[in-house]
């Protein structure tokens, strides 16, 4: 094996310094152990690869982009809080492949993942023609997905896939807050959070009582996160993901879609990517929802959509376990509890 066509090499590491140990692309174990798993996982495959890879270094994950013969591969090893993303990985290829980016080779003990590469993503080319109906048949494919995956929920469960489910959120917000080192999340957040829990707990036994069947939410569905705008147009980066209730997930793409495009939020078309969402589950006759509950069901399911996202971001490599920066996420994530409108707040 030619070692200098090999390595990986870290190429874009955008982190807060570390405050617990080294991260994984500054171990030169872990860089000799992981490419030599990416190059056995390839030649298992059949595979060439042709050049180094490249790495991209987060506080969640380190990722690598390998160049075979034909296109490229990527690797992904999760932190251990988002470390489930591998057997759901493996179970979606299984039960939607067509909603996933081919499988290579996972390990799921050491939280690592081999993909083939499908595609460019849609936020570059919302660049270059931002019209936002290029998400719309994306966001009925995963509107289909959420259904159909309902019936595995259990199993996703068991993988370690986080329980946000209604009558589980306040298990979820005691996580979060249980997680966090002391002092990184301020007193006046903590004292909100604890005044707001009789009217979390009162959206969540209002949202269960509609009966809407839990399943995977992404958490973050957004273009750039999205291969493709057609029929065969499919989600990446799971590691976010949660057991809940669906409708929670138009919150991310309404709120960060400007981020990726540009687009305005006031823009008609960006409201009505809303509907285009929901519009397989208004069509759903066996929900048993009229209009005015599945609209109230949405509403709720936004609001316990903010312990998520503050429970995502609890979702670090260990080296970033003390840093301030995913807990000053955390805390604006968690003061957000109770809004008026998880959508528009602090925009």
């Known amino acids: 094996m030619d070692l200098g066509r090999t390595t990986l090499l870290p190429d874009d590491v955008n982190t807060p310094e570390p405050t617990d140990g080294v991260v994984p692309w500054q171990d030169p174990a872990w ?54 993303e ?24 050491r939280r690592w993942s081999l993909n083939h590469d499908v595609g460019d993503r849609l936020d ?23 259904r159909e995956l309902a019936a595995h929920a259990d199993e996703l469960l068991a993988m370690g896939v986080p329980d946000g489910r209604p009558e589980h959120i306040e298990e979820m917000l005691d996580d979060v807050l249980g ?38 939410d ?3 569905l957004h273009p750039g996160n999205i291969l493709g705008d057609g029929v065969d147009s499919r989600l990446f980066d799971w590691g976010d993901a949660t057991i809940g209730c669906p409708f929670g997930s138009i919150l991310v793409v309404l709120r960060a879609l400007p981020d ?5 939020r006031a823009d008609p078309e960006v409201r009505r990517l809303r509907e285009v969402y929901l519009e397989p589950w208004r069509a759903d006759e066996t929900l048993g929802l009229s209009d005015a509950e599945l609209e109230r069901a949405v509403a709720l399911a936004l609001q316990l959509t903010i312990v998520m996202r503050a429970h995502t971001w609890t979702r670090t490599l260990p080296s970033f376990r003390h840093s301030p920066k995913p807990w000053s996420q955390v805390a604006t994530w968690l003061g957000r509890i109770g809004c008026e409108d998880p959508v528009t707040v602090g925009l």
């Open 31 to 84: 860089l000799a152990e992981a490419d030599a798993w990416i190059s056995e996982a390839c030649d298992a495959a059949g595979l060439e690869r042709t050049g180094p890879g490249l790495l991209r270094g987060r506080m969640w994950s380190a990722v690598v982009r390998i160049p075979v013969v034909g296109g490229d591969v990527w690797f992904k090893q999760n932190a251990p809080r988002g470390g489930f």
């Open 86 to 109: 591998p057997a759901l990985l493996a179970a979606l290829a299984r039960w939607r492949p067509q909603d996933e980016s081919p499988l290579i080779a996972l390990d799921t003990d």
């Open 124 to 146: 570059g080319l919302l660049r270059r023609d931002p019209d936002v109906r290029h998400l719309h048949t994306p966001l009925r494919r995963y509107a289909q997905l959420q």
């Open 179 to 216: 997680y966090a080192p002391n002092g990184l999340i301020d007193e006046a957040v903590l004292r909100h959070v604890e005044a707001k829990r009789p009217e979390l707990r009162a959206y969540a036994e209002e949202l269960a009582a509609f009966g809407v069947p839990v399943t995977v």
């Open 218 to 220: 992404h958490q973050d």
């Open 260 to 264: 990726f495009a540009p687009v305005d």
